[in-house]
């Protein structure tokens, strides 16, 4: 009922799309130190919504389509090459500080839009 | 799974395998003047997860560094040879300590991911309450 609602749907999707970086981010810095590793990194959430979309990729705008529904529920990863250390690996540990601190705030920012609307609808069907 | 316990569950191996290497390095720094003794190696490599899964961090095999043993002169050395030498180990206590460091650093980081993406979770349990 209420996921049906557009600012529900949205700000759930980034919160899961957050929280897939972080997920993502974890991996990186634990493979640190992992000889050859290749980083992974999600494309950022607007690109979910932008009008063009990331080259190579199709847009799914109904669930019935191949690649997902439209919310996405699920973004592939994509590799971060270049900048390799000279143990064939591509992290850089500040990088992904400062990505993980992007991704809390992002979550935090979905949560609290989530939050909000869920006060207005109980405000709304609330009788005192 | 879900993200966030997969997550901490890459930091957590992330955080083992740290842990491993310290102790690794702490064997060789204690096995510094130990006669004949080659300081141990160990590798990391990535576990192969299925498809897009988060894949934790593994340690690989133990080595022995093959490089050659240090020569120490020391003709009252009960292993000397006819020249007074001996073999030492072949442990260079800087690099240990430089490579101690770094693990060091490595743990804090996964330990900082594992703490904001527990922190994640729980503020999304707050949700629930009113």
Known sequence: MFENLTVFQTSAAMARHAGQTQALISQNVANADTPGYVGHEMPPFAALYSPDETAGNQRATRAGHLNGSASAQEMASVEMRGSENPNENTISLEAEMLKAADAKSNHDRALAIYKSALDVLRTAVSTR | ?130
């Open chain 2, 1 to 130: 799974m879900t993200d966030f316990s997969s997550a901490r569950s890459v930091s957590a191996s992330g955080m083992q395998a740290q842990a491993q290497r310290l102790r690794h390095l702490s064997e060789n720094i204690s096995n510094a003047d130990t006669p004949g003794y080659r300081r141990k190696l160990i590798s990391f490599q990535t576990a192969m997860g299925q498809g897009n899964q988060i894949s934790p961090v593994q340690v690989g095999r133990v080595r022995l560094d093959q490089s050659d043993l240090s020569t120490i002169y020391d003709p009252s050395h009960p292993m000397a040879d006819e020249t007074g030498e001996y073999k030492g180990s072949n442990v260079n206590l800087l690099i240990e300590l430089a490579d101690a460091r770094e693990a060091q650093r490595s743990y804090e980081a996964n330990l900082k991911m594992f703490d904001q993406a527990r922190n994640m979770s729980s503020s999304l349990m707050q949700l629930l309450r009113r």
